[in-house]
């Protein structure tokens, strides 16, 4: 108060987040609300949701791009085929279609520093940026050069939900979503142009869907679906696989799924638990 002088009249409160690990105190200011990996269009999950960072952070680890220009000249390469079979609501999908259409994580939150003085501050430029991400995405769906985006789980509920969830992050019109079995969607896909089949997915790991049987490994009695995920799609040529797994567990799992030259890419917490893609 002494360098700023009396708060404005009207202003709104701004609180301080104050974090202390040992002599160290961190000081921070929320600017957005809420958590940033909410992109608000999940209204509607299944029984063990996927955070839309963790998915993002998979799409990047599978190669999959952005078609904003500066992501192109990056990445290099393209699919033509995005596949998730275990696509509960559908997460990963859209937050793939949305990088294809070059729809920004946050554009649907909230101006920074909402309902403080500071918004009158930043409303002017977070418009600005937001209305040109929407005109540049605009004129990338109508060039209509959008890969193929295909989800697809054996739970009807979550299949609809998954359609509801894309219809609200506006990437209804160009991703499909499918009641099938695991064998049936690697079946149909099929792997088109230089770079073909992407397979980005969460499986099922034992954990929060599915306890562990018979006093056995975590998960051990799921080894025959990640097995028919593996043959499956070990038969499209130039198929990639990026997949989430779940504590050492779920890297032996992964590693039965007889694909090759998988291997760790990044290692974070999801759900209190450390999962690994």
Not at 112 to 122: M, R, V
Not at 123 to 152: T, Y
């Amino acid at each position: 108060k002494k360098s700023l002088g009396d708060r404005p009249a009207g202003a709104g409160t701004v609180s301080v987040l104050a974090r202390m690990e040992g002599s160290v105190v961190e000081l921070s200011l929320p600017s957005s609300g809420g958590p940033l990996h909410r992109r608000g269009y999940r209204l509607a999950s299944g029984k063990a949701p996927l955070r839309e960072d963790i998915a993002h952070a998979m799409l990047i680890c599978g190669g999959w791009r952005s078609e904003l220009p500066d992501a192109k000249e990056k990445s290099g390469g393209r699919f033509s085929h995005l596949l998730d079979p275990f696509c509960g609501s559908g997460t990963i999908i859209i937050e793939g279609a949305r990088m294809s259409a070059g729809i920004p994580p946050g554009i649907d939150l909230p101006r920074p520093f909402l309902g403080t003085a500071w918004e009158a501050e930043t409303a002017a430029i977070w418009d600005d940026l937001v209305g040109k991400a929407r005109q540049l995405s605009a004129k990338i769906v109508a060039e209509g050069n959008l890969p193929s985006m295909i989800g697809s789980d054996r739970d009807a509920g979550a299949v609809a939900a998954a359609g509801k969830n894309a219809q609200r992050a506006g990437v209804g019109k160009f991703t499909t979503f499918e009641e099938m079995s695991v064998s049936e969607a690697s079946s149909k896909s099929s792997a088109n142009g230089e770079r073909g089949l992407l397979v980005v997915t969460n499986p099922p790991h034992g954990v929060r869907i599915s306890p562990s049987r018979n006093g056995g490994s975590r998960g051990q009695h799921l080894l025959p679906l990640y097995q028919t995920l593996g043959h499956r799609v070990g038969k499209v040529e130039g198929a990639r696989v990026a997949m989430l797994a779940r504590g050492r567990d779920g890297i032996r799992l992964a590693r039965r799924t007889g694909l090759e030259g998988l291997k760790v890419r990044l290692t974070t917490s999801h759900g209190g638990s450390s999962v690994s893609v």
